[in-house]
C-alpha cells in the first residue's frame, strides 16, 4: 500500500471531525473577527464598520490595562498550586495507613463544581456569620468581623484562595501520577549513598516530576487566565472592580453594556493572549520532555 493512499485514507477519516470543528469553532470564529470590525449593538442593529477603531478604544482605555494587571496577577500567584500540589503528592505517595482514604478525600475539592465552591466560600467569608471571621475572633486574631469580599484590598486575595483550594488536587494527582513513575532501586541507591531528603527530591524525584508539573502549570496559567466563573459568582468583579478580570470585561462589555461589536474585540484580544501563553508554553514542554529523555 503507498504512502500517498494512506496519506489520503487518513484525512478522508478525519474528514467528519474537522468538518464538525469547522462547523463549531470555525464559523463562530470568522463571525466573531467580522463582528469586531462593528459598532454593533447586542440587540437592534447589525452595526456599521468601523475598521480597528474598538481595538484601539478598548486597549487605550484605563479598565484595559488595570484588569490586565489583575488577571495577569491573579494567573501567575494561582501557580502557588504547584507547590501544594507536590507537597501534597509527596505526602501521598508515602507509606501509611489510610492513606487510600486521603487520596480518596484529595479529590473532592476538585471534583465540587466551581459554582458549588464559590457559593461555599462566600459562606465562609460571609461579613456576618462566616466561619473564617468567628474562628480568627475566637483566636484573637480579630477584634470585630470583617467582610473579606466587601474590601478591596482583600477581595482578590480570597478569591485566589478559594481558587487555589479547588485545583490544587488536580496538581496533586498529576504529581502523585509521575512519582509512581521513579525507579525504585533509583530511591534505594540514594539511599545507599547516604543523600538527604533534599538531595534525592532535588535529583532523584524532580526530573520525574518536572514534564507532568510543566503540562500541569500550562493548563493551570491558562485556566487562571481566563477565569470567569468563580469570580462572576462571588464578587462580580468587585468592590471597585478590584477582582475584575478579562472573561468579566468581556462579559460587561458584550452584554452589561450591550457593545456586541466592542465584547468581540475584547474577547478575541483574550484569545491571542491565551495563544501566546499555550504556544510559549507548548515549546517549553517540548524542551522539558527532550531533556528529560
Not at 465562609?124 to 475566637?138: D, H, K, S, V
Amino acid at each position: 500500500m503507498s504512502g500517498t493512499w494512506i496519506t489520503t485514507r487518513a484525512w478522508l477519516l478525519m474528514l467528519p471531525l474537522l468538518i464538525v470543528m469547522v462547523a463549531v469553532i470555525g464559523w463562530p470564529l470568522a463571525d466573531t473577527v467580522q463582528l469586531s470590525f462593528t459598532d454593533a449593538k447586542l440587540v437592534g442593529t447589525t452595526g456599521s464598520y468601523v475598521g480597528f477603531d474598538n481595538y484601539v478604544r478598548l486597549v487605550s482605555g484605563n479598565a484595559f490595562g488595570r484588569t490586565l494587571f489583575t488577571t495577569t496577577f491573579f494567573a501567575v500567584v494561582v501557580t502557588t498550586e504547584m507547590v501544594l500540589g507536590v507537597l501534597a503528592a509527596l505526602l501521598l505517595n508515602q507509606q501509611f495507613h489510610g492513606r487510600t482514604l486521603l487520596r480518596a478525600l484529595l479529590i473532592l475539592p476538585w471534583a465540587l463544581p466551581t459554582v458549588v465552591n464559590a457559593t461555599l466560600w462566600r459562606l465562609i467569608y460571609n461579613p456576618e456569620y462566616g466561619a473564617l471571621n468567628a474562628a480568627l475572633t475566637q483566636l484573637g486574631f480579630l477584634t470585630e468581623y470583617r467582610s473579606w469580599l466587601g474590601e478591596p484590598g482583600t477581595a482578590l486575595t480570597a478569591l485566589i484562595v478559594a481558587d487555589c483550594w479547588k485545583n490544587f488536587p488536580l496538581v496533586a494527582m498529576i504529581a502523585l501520577a509521575a512519582l509512581q513513575a521513579v525507579p525504585r532501586d533509583v530511591i534505594a541507591a540514594s539511599f545507599v549513598d547516604g543523600a538527604n531528603a533534599f538531595a534525592r527530591f532535588r535529583f532523584v524525584t524532580l526530573p520525574y516530576l518536572a514534564g507532568p508539573l510543566m503540562v500541569a502549570l500550562v493548563l493551570r496559567t491558562i485556566e487562571a487566565f481566563k477565569v470567569f466563573d468563580i469570580i462572576w459568582v462571588m464578587t462580580r468583579g468587585g468592590p471597585a472592580n478590584s477582582t475584575r478580570t478579562m472573561s468579566i470585561l468581556v462579559y460587561q462589555e458584550a452584554f452589561s453594556f450591550q457593545r456586541a461589536g466592542s465584547g468581540a474585540s475584547l474577547a478575541l484580544i483574550v484569545t491571542l493572549i491565551i495563544t501566546v501563553l499555550a504556544v510559549a508554553y507548548g515549546t517549553v514542554v517540548k524542551k522539558v520532555a527532550g531533556s528529560a529523555t
